[in-house]
Each structure stands twice: as structure tokens, then as C-alpha cells.
């Protein structure tokens, strides 16, 4: 039968470019917060994390910015390569709870 | 560097049947979870097992479903009377502690036909 799922928003870059990718997070009450990579057929991979004491965070290309005021998250990857090419997930925890909630996920396109 | 694993990688069962999937996670990590992913949705949390009992679970997780560590190494999922709608990947994850970054497994996918 039919599968009903998530469209899921896309964003199509080219190499170089950089990337950015939002999410809204709904708990007012989430102080932990992860973006994951998922790429096809695998489990999600750990890419960077922020606590809410923090609005920034870098890693290697990567950087997440935290807005506790409109509770939105994004993920900025610079110098996107056709590697970077997955799924992205925002995920939100409450401290003291074991439970990630994931966001819908967005879909990154990057061509060479 | 370490990882979780999962096998097996692909179960196939009839309705009604009982599976179990299980996952080494890493070994140093104190905390274990279970999610699970329907195609094209997004991944729900199912499960949380720590110091040898469930910390949390969410609504999914009922009676149909069960965790276990049954050594020293492994943690298992246990589904009982599966139905068509339990198919789906399911994922393992592990982690130092509560609120810590979770690494998952590569999923098992569950068809049940």
C-alpha cells in the first residue's frame, strides 16, 4: 500500500558553498541539543552539540548557533563537499532525561 | 574508535512471530537506548536502560516490547506478537551518561510481512 512520510525540506548547494540548516525545537524546557547526519541506510552520526549556557559552538567546518528566544537552532557547514550530502537532524534533551526528540530532518544536496 | 553494533542487519518475520534484535554498544558507555525510524519518517525514542533497568520509554514502547542485558556486552529488544506496522530500522545507541552525546548503532531493519 501507499507509505505516508515526511516530505522532507531540501537544501541543494553547490561544492564550496556554505551551508546552513535550521530547526525549530519545541520544548522551552530543552537545555541539550545535537545535530546528527544520517545518510542513506545508515544510523545517525554525532555531528556537533550545544548546552543552552552556550549560543555558539564550532567544530571542524561545522558551527551551531543556539536562539533560546525564538527556540531555533541552526547548523552552518562551510565549504560544503559532496560528502556532506545526508539527512540532518536537529535533536533536543532535557538534562537529567535520557530522551533525544528528533526534528523532521533536512535533506542537504551538494553537487560537485 | 569504538562503535555500536547491531545485527542482525536485515530480519524478516512473519506477523505474529516474536524477534529480537541486539546491539554491543560501546564499552565504556553506562546508558543504552533503542529508537526506532519508520521509512521516511523521522527517529522516535523508544527506550532508555540504565544500571540494569529501564529509565524511560515513551509511548510506543509497551508491553509488546522488552529490553534485556543479558551480559556483560550485549543489550537486546525483544518484540512479541509483531505486527505489519512494526516494521521499521531500529537503532541502538550508548552514551557515558544522561545528556551526553549518543552514538547509535547502523540499525537493524525489521520487515514484517
Known amino acids: 500500500g501507499e507509505s505516508v512520510g515526511l516530505h522532507l525540506p531540501t537544501l541543494s548547494v553547490q561544492e564550496g558553498d556554505n551551508s546552513i540548516i535550521n530547526c525549530a525545537y519545541s520544548n522551552s524546557a530543552s537545555d541539550y541539543f545535537i545535530w546528527y547526519k544520517q545518510e542513506s541506510g545508515k544510523g545517525p552520526q554525532f555531528i556537533i552539540d550545544?548546552?543552552?549556557?552556550?549560543d555558539k559552538r564550532q567544530g571542524q567546518r561545522v558551527t551551531v548557533l543556539l536562539n533560546k528566544t525564538v527556540k531555533h537552532l541552526s547548523l552552518q557547514i562551510a565549504a560544503t563537499q559532496p560528502g556532506d550530502s545526508a539527512v540532518y537532524f536537529c535533536?533536543?534533551?532535557?538534562?537529567?532525561?535520557?530522551?533525544?526528540?528528533f526534528g523532521k530532518g533536512t535533506m542537504l544536496l551538494v553537487s560537485p | 574508535e569504538p562503535e555500536v553494533t547491531q545485527t542482525p542487519s536485515h530480519q524478516v518475520t512473519q506477523m505474529g512471530q516474536e524477534v529480537i534484535l541486539r546491539c554491543v554498544p560501546i564499552s565504556n558507555h553506562l546508558y543504552f537506548y533503542w529508537y526506532r525510524q519508520i521509512l521516511g519518517q523521522k527517529v522516535e525514542f523508544l527506550v532508555s536502560?540504565?544500571?540494569?533497568?529501564?529509565?524511560?520509554k515513551s509511548e510506543i514502547f509497551d508491553d509488546q516490547f522488552s529490553v534485556e542485558r543479558p551480559d556483560g556486552s550485549n543489550f537486546t529488544l525483544k518484540i512479541r506478537s509483531t505486527k505489519l506496522e512494526d516494521s521499521a530500522m531500529y537503532f541502538c545507541?550508548?552514551?557515558?551518561?544522561?545528556?551526553?552525546?549518543?552514538?547509535f548503532g547502523p540499525g537493524t531493519r525489521l520487515t514484517v510481512t
Open positions: 550545544i548546552r543552552s549556557n552556550m
Open positions: 545507541a550508548s552514551s557515558e551518561d544522561n545528556s551526553y552525546e549518543q552514538y
Open positions: 535533536a533536543e534533551n532535557i538534562s537529567g532525561y535520557s530522551t533525544l526528540t
Open positions: 536502560f540504565y544500571n540494569n533497568e529501564i529509565s524511560e
